[in-house]
């Protein structure tokens, strides 16, 4: 009996090693292998380097993961004036006359909890509005003068001029998204503006309510 019972231990053992049927060490709950490697995420975006005061600053980067990761941003050295959204990375805000000067190295990321990945780190400078010029906004109009829904909106278009209800001079802003245009080269005296807007086929509203403004040199 002494002399078989190494041959029986060497028995178990080695059916032990074999894992009791050639399963291979990566289905070992002790040995799970090497962890799954992770594609870091991808962002992309030319932000504006300059804005002018009371102009509203918006810039949204695009990020990508080819993992399907959730992704987050954040920003290094945001400008004061301007609100940071980490859900989808947008700078936004208006500057104001405070504001005039230059935010150094704004710095853009997207991280999905392991890798992050940036944009290049940019200047943003605030711009003072020139003597002799005006600010026009408008609201965008959604529908036509009989009611109907307004689909094919195109621009909008400022008159103005230096005699009410006479205006000698027209900005066109070819976007449909405008709410406001800057009107510059404007010599000392009042100015009367008013907003029309305009669809694909050039068809123009009627002209908004006037405003005014005195520009002194």
Not at 20 to 36: E, F, L, Q, V
Not at 55 to 83: H, K
Request: aromatic share 6%.
């Amino acid at each position: 009996m002494h002399k078989r019972v190494p041959g029986l231990l060497l028995g178990l053992l080695l059916a032990a090693a074999c894992g009791g049927g050639g399963g291979s060490a990566s289905d070992d709950p002790r040995n799970p292998g090497p962890p799954a490697s992770n594609t870091p995420p991808s962002i992309a975006g030319s932000p504006a380097l300059e804005v002018m005061v009371d102009d509203r600053y918006d810039f949204t980067p695009t990020a990508s993961d080819e993992d399907g990761d959730a992704l987050s941003f954040r920003i290094v050295n945001a400008p004061v004036w301007a609100s940071f959204d980490p859900e989808t990375g947008a700078l936004t805000g208006t500057p104001g006359a405070a504001d005039v000067g230059t935010t150094s190295g704004i710095v853009i990321s997207v991280e999905d909890g392991t890798d992050s990945a940036s944009l290049a780190a940019f200047d943003l400078e605030v711009v003072a509005r020139p003597a002799g010029s005006a600010l026009v906004s408008w609201d965008i109009p959604t529908t036509n003068e009989d009611g109907s829904t307004l689909d094919d909106l195109a621009g909008f278009a400022v008159h103005y001029g230096q005699a009410s209800a006479s205006y000698s001079e027209l900005a066109t802003i070819d976007d449909d998204t405008a709410t406001s245009a800057a009107i510059g080269g404007l010599a000392a005296g009042e100015w009367f503006f008013a907003v029309t807007a305009f669809d694909t086929s050039g068809n123009h509203s009627a002209l908004s309510d006037e405003v005014s403004k005195v520009v002194t040199e």
